[in-house]
């Protein structure tokens, strides 16, 4: 039915544990569980993106595994700055070396230097991205919040969006870098991206080359 209405990502979990796994802010890690594997089983056959963003480690190792199609950390930082969301080295290696895709989340609470990250600080983290998985293997997933209230992320922050806190309280709306205020600039990639020395090729990939390859292989297995 979701297929039918258009779906073609979703996440096998949000950041605590459900019938599929658990979330990445979970103390243990059960893994994929057999209900799990038959939604893989599914969304492989329909052709729908598996996320595993906010899923917990050994839950994605198990995804990654199972599934006859790549997957995808859609919208994630590498471990620059400990924290639930962010993925280590090995994570990232991982889901490469299996044909998968990584999408960089410019949110400062991923970054080193948090609120005082600045767009050239998000490129020297895609460019610490790129040197792990590779620049085919890699784009932008923004994970912007643009115009909501703190309501709207303790929301986020809380099981299911009504129970316990599954990670850290926001105690404030968290900014975004310098220079990516708004979604309007977005644009501002390409010049920061060119202070770093990257070629045309490669700005033209991760801007959105590479997405739009890698979403055809899966949608249109």
Same mark, same amino acid.
């Given at each position: 039915?979701?297929?039918?209405?258009?779906?073609?990502?979703?996440?096998?979990?949000?950041?605590?544990?459900?019938?599929?796994?658990?979330?990445?802010?979970?103390?243990?890690?059960?893994?994929?569980?057999?209900?799990?594997?038959?939604?893989?089983?599914?969304?492989?056959?329909? +052709?729908?993106?598996?996320? $595993? *963003?906010?899923?917990?480690?050994?839950?994605?190792?198990? &995804?990654?595994? #199972?599934? =006859?199609? /790549?997957?995808?950390?859609?919208?994630?930082?590498?471990?620059?700055?400990?924290?639930?969301?962010?993925?280590?080295?090995?994570?990232?290696?991982?889901?490469?070396?299996?044909?998968?895709?990584?999408?960089?989340?410019?949110?400062?609470?991923?970054?080193?230097?948090?609120?005082?990250?600045?767009?050239?600080?998000?490129?020297?983290?895609?460019?610490?991205?790129?040197?792990?998985?590779?620049?085919?293997?890699?784009?932008?997933?923004?994970?912007?919040?643009?115009?909501?209230?703190? +309501?709207?992320?303790?929301? $986020? *922050?809380?099981?299911?969006?009504?129970?316990?806190?599954? &990670?850290?309280? #926001?105690? =404030?709306? /968290?900014?975004?870098?310098?220079?990516?205020?708004?979604?309007?600039?977005?644009?501002?990639?390409?010049?920061?991206?060119?202070?770093?020395?990257?070629?045309?090729?490669?700005?033209?990939?991760?801007?959105?080359?590479?997405?739009?390859?890698?979403?055809?292989?899966?949608?249109?297995?």
């Amino acid at each position: 039915m979701f297929r039918d209405l258009g779906v073609r990502v979703m996440q096998l979990t949000y950041n605590s544990q459900n019938l599929v796994g658990s979330g990445c802010w979970e103390s243990r890690d059960g893994g994929l569980s057999d209900f799990g594997r038959h939604v893989i089983d599914e969304m492989n056959r329909l +052709g729908i993106l598996i996320d $595993l *963003s906010h899923v917990g480690p050994v839950t994605s190792d198990d &995804a990654i595994k #199972h599934s =006859k199609a /790549p997957v995808a950390y859609t919208h994630c930082c590498p471990m620059l700055k400990q924290h639930a969301r962010n993925k280590t080295d090995a994570q990232l290696r991982t889901i490469a070396d299996a044909g998968g895709f990584v999408g960089f989340a410019s949110y400062t609470p991923f970054l080193p230097k948090g609120e005082d990250s600045t767009l050239d600080d998000c490129v020297a983290a895609m460019d610490y991205l790129i040197d792990l998985v590779g620049e085919a293997n890699t784009g932008i997933g923004t994970d912007w919040v643009q115009g909501q209230d703190i +309501g709207f992320f303790n929301y $986020l *922050s809380s099981d299911k969006g009504k129970g316990r806190s599954t &990670a850290t309280p #926001h105690k =404030k709306v /968290p900014s975004m870098p310098t220079g990516l205020e708004t979604l309007g600039n977005f644009r501002n990639f390409i010049p920061a991206m060119e202070r770093a020395g990257w070629s045309e090729t490669r700005i033209r990939a991760v801007l959105g080359e590479n997405w739009l390859r890698f979403l055809g292989e899966v949608w249109g297995r």
